[in-house]
């Protein structure tokens, strides 16, 4: 585990943004975001882990006009995430849905390996119903397949929601979860396209969490960007916190990122990185 250590690069990037001023702040921001791309495209195989209110899932097919490579999962049960996100995830689990979309609720990113067989079941079913017959992700028709991969892992905005006073324990809960998905999801990513997606948000106490570090550390995914997240290149994506939303007390409209500067981290198996996005590496990396 790497410890919050030195924080002196967080300190620059605090003293830099007090230092600007509201407009310039905004300026600054507009810059960043110039940046922003959106990262997926219909063709990939995506697994979403910690969806809140599916908000994101749901976006994503929107932007697809297709749900079918889209497997959405949550770490909470259905009867909790219904309880939690009572104001609107119905109706974006049932949009998913709609789209071809899968959706599975209580699956811990950090036990992927676990899920393994859920989401084989699933695939061959849906391989069942498409007439007996899939193309599995090396381009063969196979009838079944002991195999599940994706192209791209991804979890918005992780955070274990312990509600840990203590700061430095709090970090600790974070790391141990960015850990653990770290090591989990290599299971699952694609051996030779994939990818795992960690979005969090900027600033004090996120870069203490240390997500390339950990990544680092985990030791089989290699870091090929990380670029600002631009919450508007998925219209009807509206993030949660970790403990539900609350109407008129939790901010909605994405105001609390927007405010902390979420960038994405994208890791891709060391195996597969070649020099050419170890260069592209060197100049996006924070
Ligand atoms: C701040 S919320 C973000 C929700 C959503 N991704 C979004 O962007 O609106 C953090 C999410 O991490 C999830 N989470 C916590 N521990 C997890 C785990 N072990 N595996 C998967 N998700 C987890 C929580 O259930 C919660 O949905």
């Known amino acids: 585990m790497i410890l919050p250590g030195s924080i002196r690069g967080n300190l620059t990037l605090k003293k830099k943004l ?10 600054y921001n507009k810059e960043r975001l110039k940046h922003s791309k959106v990262l997926y495209e219909a063709s990939d195989k995506i697994l979403l882990l910690g969806e809140g209110n599916f908000s994101f ?64 079941l699933a695939h061959n079913n849906e391989a069942k119903e498409q007439e007996g017959f899939v193309q599995n992700s090396f381009g063969s028709n196979f009838r079944n397949t002991n195999e599940i991969f994706f192209d791209k892992i991804v979890i918005n905005f992780p955070h274990c929601g312990l509600g840990i006073k203590d700061q430095r324990k709090n970090i600790l809960a974070n790391q141990k979860l960015l850990s653990g998905i770290l090591k989990s999801a290599r299971s699952l990513a694609h051996p030779k396209t994939g990818q795992l997606h960690i979005t969090i948000k900027s600033g004090l106490p996120y870069e203490l969490w240390r997500v390339a570090a950990l990544a680092k550390e985990e030791g089989h995914w290699h870091q090929t960007s990380c670029i600002p997240f631009n919450p508007n290149l998925y219209p009807g994506y509206e993030h949660r916190r970790t403990l539900g939303f609350e109407a008129g007390i939790s901010s909605s409209q994405n105001v609390e990122i927007k405010e902390k500067y979420p960038k994405t981290y994208v890791f891709s198996l060391s195996s597969n990185v070649t020099s050419k996005n170890t260069e592209a590496a060197k100049n996006n990396k924070e």
């Open 57 to 120: 899932s749901s976006a994503l097919c929107k932007m697809f006009g297709n749900g079918s490579n889209v497997w959405a999962t949550s770490y909470d049960s259905e009867d909790v995430l219904k309880q939690k996100y009572s104001d609107d995830c119905a109706n974006h689990i049932e949009f998913v849905k709609g789209c071809g979309g899968k959706v599975f609720y209580g699956i811990d990113g950090t036990k992927l390996e676990k899920h393994r067989k859920t989401f084989l």
């Open 18 to 27: 007090n230092q600007l001023s509201e407009a310039k702040l905004k300026g």
